[in-house]
């Protein structure tokens, strides 16, 4: 119960994270939504995380990379799944967000994975992940790590 | 500075090379490309295997055959597609009740150098009690997947490590281990769950 309405608080702290940042054209107006990632059993595993990156501004922004504590190296990943029903996963393009347009990063498609991991993902914390967008902006967002069998924000 | 740009290229590299034999891939036998009638799995009575499950049993094909089973590939070190295939096949087990006690639902890892009995057993204890977790040395891998048509590669990744390409399709067995279909990764629940009903049906009918 504690952690539905922390889930629920987190737009607003993404808002003022967003606002406090420096008057780039386009990024200022991100918003980051349901983010979420599963816990880790020890380091040696990469981590995911997901989450919705709406563009509420008036100005493309392009989402070029990801910077963590939690992870020596986060990536922007894709996984694919082919017509033979082969599964796999590579770095994706810089990702460009139209205005009023979101993208999403979700289970089996678009993700933040998290290479090398400084330390455990734990089920209840969170960790901040940043955004990086082609004008020189960041958001920073706070993403609560779920169980490891979650299958979205809300489990 | 310096370095950031050359780990970027790095990536960018491995990302298009990716792309390139994807594409080549996706050309030749891509969608609208029939499956051949041999890239079907045999029957469980026609494998051969031996693997060693979370819990240290040695099991095979014929350990799978007289209940009605589900098997997927994945392994332990995938961050996003196997944990997600766990899940739902988590969820669908909930939706089935009591019936999923009925099954075996079998987790083969495609990664065995990792994946050790240890690591299985840490790894599916998080998932529905239900799932089993099987490893074993790579030739039996091998020739599992062999047996299932699943096909699985490793790819290098930049920072050292590797990742696993590999079918995350959902196989199902009636009772007497004859294929009555396959789900297809992220196919919605409504049309999972029913697929799953059917594997158990046959098993009814072919007791009768
Ligand atoms: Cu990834």
């Known amino acids: 119960m504690t952690k539905r309405s922390y889930i629920n608080g987190l737009p607003l702290v993404l808002l003022l994270s967003g606002m406090s940042t420096p008057a780039f054209a386009g990024s200022e107006d991100v918003v980051v939504e349901n983010a979420w990632s599963r816990a880790s059993i020890g380091v040696n595993r990469p981590g995911a995380a ?3 990156v709406r563009n509420t501004g008036e100005d493309a922004v392009t989402l070029t990379g990801l910077t963590t ?7 922007i990943h894709e996984s694919k799944t082919n017509a033979d029903g082969v599964s796999s996963m590579a770095p994706a393009d810089e990702i460009t967000i139209e205005p009023g347009q979101s993208v999403a990063l979700e289970p089996g498609g678009l993700h933040a994975m998290l290479m090398k991991l400084q330390e455990p993902m734990t089920e209840g914390e969170n960790f901040p992940l940043t955004l990086t967008f082609s004008d020189g902006g960041k958001v920073t967002v706070e993403v609560p790590i779920l169980g490891i069998a979650a299958r979205g924000p809300e489990s | 500075m310096q370095r950031r740009h050359v780990v970027q290229y790095g990536a960018a590299g491995v990302g298009a090379v990716a792309l390139m034999l994807g594409v080549g891939w996706w050309r030749v036998d891509g969608p609208g490309a029939p499956k051949p009638a041999g890239q079907r799995p045999l029957p469980l009575s026609a494998m051969d295997f031996r693997l060693t499950d979370h819990e240290g ?3 095979g094909p014929e350990t799978l055959i007289g209940r009605p089973t589900m098997v997927f590939f994945g392994f332990t070190y995938c ?3 196997c944990p997600t295939t766990l899940s739902d096949i988590s969820g669908w087990l909930e939706d089935l009740g009591d019936d999923a006690a009925r099954m075996n639902v079998v987790f083969i890892t495609v990664d065995p150098e990792r994946d050790t009995v240890e690591a299985m057993a840490e790894y599916v204890g998080y998932f529905h009690p239900a799932i089993r977790g099987w490893t074993g040395p790579a030739n039996q891998v091998a ?5 299932f048509r699943a096909s699985y590669e490793r790819v290098p990744t930049e920072g050292g490590d590797y990742t696993m390409n590999h079918t995350a399709s959902v196989f199902l067995f ?3 281990g004859e294929l009555v279909t396959m789900i297809d990764y992220h196919e919605p629940r409504e049309f999972a769950v029913p697929k799953i009903r059917r594997a158990l049906t046959e098993d009814v009918e072919g007791a009768t």
């Open chain 2, 57 to 59: 049993n040695e099991v």
């Open chain 2, 79 to 81: 961050p996003d597609v």
């Open chain 2, 174 to 176: 009636d009772a007497k």
């Open chain 1, 69 to 75: 504590p939690l992870a020596v190296m986060p990536e």
């Open chain 2, 143 to 147: 020739r599992a997947a062999e047996g």
């Open chain 1, 50 to 52: 997901y989450m919705t």
